[in-house]
């Protein structure tokens, strides 16, 4: 088993991301999922975004968020 979210790592910055329409994984499983991890971590730094009609795919909206974010989080590379 894992310990706690300790140091550092209690300040990463996570999205999720979860389409509305999902038949796999139904949307209250992803809304209990971050409801859990603001716990563990700071809750200001978890963003939970959700997609009108999608399914248990991904979409170009979830795709140009996921690049935003990416280019706020991380250093650019060279």
Same mark, same amino acid.
Request: net charge negative; with cysteine.
């Given at each position: 088993s894992?310990? /706690?979210i300790s140091g550092v790592n209690k300040d990463i910055?996570?999205?999720q991301c979860?389409?509305?329409c999902?038949?796999?994984? /139904?949307l209250m499983f992803g809304s209990l999922t971050v409801e859990k991890l603001k716990t563990m971590i700071n809750p200001a730094n978890v963003t939970f975004k959700t997609y009108s009609g999608m399914m248990h795919s991904s979409s170009l909206e979830e795709m140009m968020d996921v690049?935003?974010?990416i280019d706020t989080h991380l250093p650019p590379v060279d």
């Amino acid at each position: 088993s894992q310990g /706690p979210i300790s140091g550092v790592n209690k300040d990463i910055a996570v999205l999720q991301c979860h389409g509305d329409c999902d038949p796999l994984v /139904p949307l209250m499983f992803g809304s209990l999922t971050v409801e859990k991890l603001k716990t563990m971590i700071n809750p200001a730094n978890v963003t939970f975004k959700t997609y009108s009609g999608m399914m248990h795919s991904s979409s170009l909206e979830e795709m140009m968020d996921v690049k935003q974010f990416i280019d706020t989080h991380l250093p650019p590379v060279d």
